[in-house]
């Protein structure tokens, strides 16, 4: 059983009078820990302790910054293991993904940011002017269920960096992992108040932390319904936000890529983390004369993707974060089967090989559906499950339109055995990223959406210029 308690103005939050969220394993219903409901004045308490320590945290030289962060990420390498179990247990992600992608990713977007922070120029000379950086200020972070440590640590990294101060709202789903970076947290040369920590759910927590008025900048990640309600919180302070939000990501496949490898690739980006990823490509658009042929290839790639037990080195797909979110994906199966979409393999029913105390109805078959049109919902809606969508196209100015049909822009795929006419193609699809014959998320380089997807951008050095602020000292442009 682990424990997650607040962390506010340097201190450990006393459980008695807290009211607590039971944490359970989705592979098994098992209680695996619980964490704090914390409230509005929880959240008072943390926002005015980071606003006390937003001075002294901003004055320390960035030098000083990226030391902290370095015995972060050292910190968290050396309970690297003791943090893949956890994520394992409170999401049920398999243990390899957990060690490698959870894991792994996070530590790599600490390194990422560090180097953007070790190269940025806090001063410019520009015309007459010098321009100089500055802390955004205290930054409150919401962070989601499905990636919890990556985002965690996107959103803190770079906040701690650039020399701002955090009150982080962690996912009441996966809190548990958000405890033990807490806890080393705790150990490192911050000021009291630097780094706070709340837990509990939105609106205990989440909503009273979006829309308070002392703080500087609200950084989320979710839902594209919860962004929209987070931002309207924070529109009454006029406080800028950070969203990056949902996605219906297409992959192009060109009529000259390898049927094989592009099936390959663009099943293990919709299956990885039980399709439970924003950036998921879930649209597989195929030129009509080889679709069924791709199809056949998607299917046998589908077969290395077979629900096991998280906690086995060998198995590649786990459970849906609840029986909620696996009853969701089933009914998005059906409906697109009453709109006219043809099952290629998978489909609605629970599957029926699982674990020995499994709760069935958190298992999803990972599901492939052809003949998709623009007119039907699979088509449109993110499903957040294990779910390929396939359309045919004619032409590539077809592949396109149908690529940029959608709410969203999140991300998407070009494959080709003509790299510049994979890029061509990649450059006219209205996205924040894409990727050309696999290429998957580059930590260095910004991350986010356009349309519904999201504003702003994460990872690197745009992630860092995100908690940052410019000021423009006119005349002063000899001076700097």
Known sequence: MHEARHY????????????????????????????????????????????????????????????????????????????????????????????????????????????????????TPISNSLVVTMPVGVVAAITPWNFPLHQIVLKLGAALLAGCTFVLKPSEVSPLNAAILTEILAELDLPAGAVNVVFGDGGGVGEPLAAHRD????????????????????????????????????????????????????????????????????????????????????????????????????????PTASA????????????????????????????GELPAGSVPEAWVRPTILGDVTPEMRIFRDEVFGPVLAVTPYDGIAEAIALANDSDYGLSGGVWSADPQRALQVALQVHTGTIGINGAGLDVGAPFGGVKQSGIGRECGAYGLEEFLETKSVMGAAALG
């Open 8 to 123: 506010i103005d340097g201190a450990w939050a006393h459980p008695a009078g807290h009211a607590w969220l039971e944490v359970e394993n989705p592979a098994t219903g098992e209680v695996v820990g619980r964490a704090m409901r914390g409230s509005a004045a929880d959240v008072d308490r943390a926002v005015a302790a980071a606003r006390r320590a937003l001075p002294l945290w901003s004055a320390r030289s960035m030098a000083e910054r990226i030391a902290i962060v370095e015995q972060l990420s050292a910190g968290m390498s050396q309970q690297r293991e003791r943090l893949a179990q956890v994520l394992c247990a409170e999401i049920g992600v398999p243990i390899s993904f957990a060690r490698s992608a959870q894991l792994g990713v996070a530590l790599a977007d600490l390194a990422a940011l560090m180097d953007a922070a070790r190269q940025h120029a806090a001063r």
């Open 215 to 318: 703080i500087d900048m609200v950084s989320f990640t979710g839902s594209r319904a919860v962004g929209e309600w987070i931002a309207a919180g924070a529109a009454r302070n006029l406080t800028r936000v950070s969203l990056e939000l949902g996605g219906k990501s297409a992959a192009i496949i060109l009529d000259d890529a390898s049927i094989e490898d592009s099936a390959k690739s663009v099943v293990a980006s919709c299956m990885a983390n039980t399709g439970q990823t924003c950036a998921a490509l879930t649209r597989a658009l195929v030129p009509s004369a080889f679709v069924a042929e791709w199809e056949a290839a998607a299917s046998r790639a589908l077969s290395a993707w077979v629900p096991g037990n998280p906690a086995l080195e060998t198995t590649a797909l786990g």
């Open 324 to 351: 909620v979110q696996g009853e969701r994906v089933r009914e998005h199966v059906r409906a697109a089967i009453a709109d006219g979409a043809r099952l290629v393999a998978g489909g609605a029913e629970v599957p």
